[in-house]
């Protein structure tokens, strides 16, 4: 299978327990359908559910590297891989925007997951940046917890309160 003529970049974004991850995974799973090589990536200090898992509230799950910093991505990354996910980008300093920039120039399809905000409503690291400089950008609403609305923003819990 050749690789994309042209890379790409999309970003899965919205609040906490909006479905960023499902979203994340459905799309890489229909890429191994496709028979595409998918690589996917994230920030090594995620360690809520495994160490080399990406891992939805839902529980669905899906192989994944840690990295400690966004160049670390490229000695990681596989010659024949037509597809990299990256979650909780948001985590990642600014280089991260260079190496998807990167990763697209070379004609890789590069899925970007992570929240817009932070629980003050500011945006939240590289997101912006990389939400201007993608092709498609979907953001997801999760449900308000007190009463039902769709909910757009993360709010901050201190001792469960």
Known sequence: ??????????????????????????????????????????????????????????????????????ADLYDRLEKDTTVVAIDEAQFFDDKIIAVVDELARRGIRVIVAGLDTDFRGEPFGPMPVLMAKAERVDKLQAICMVCGEPASRTQRLVNGK
């Open 1 to 70: 299978m050749s690789p994309h003529i042209n890379g790409s970049v999309e970003v899965i974004t919205g609040s906490m327990f909006s479905g960023k991850t499902d979203e994340l995974i459905r799309r890489l799973r229909r890429a191994a359908i496709a028979r595409q090589k998918v690589q996917v990536f994230k920030p090594a200090m995620d360690v809520r559910y495994a160490v080399e898992k990406v891992t939805s509230h839902a529980g669905t799950d899906f192989d994944a590297i840690p990295i400690e910093h966004a």
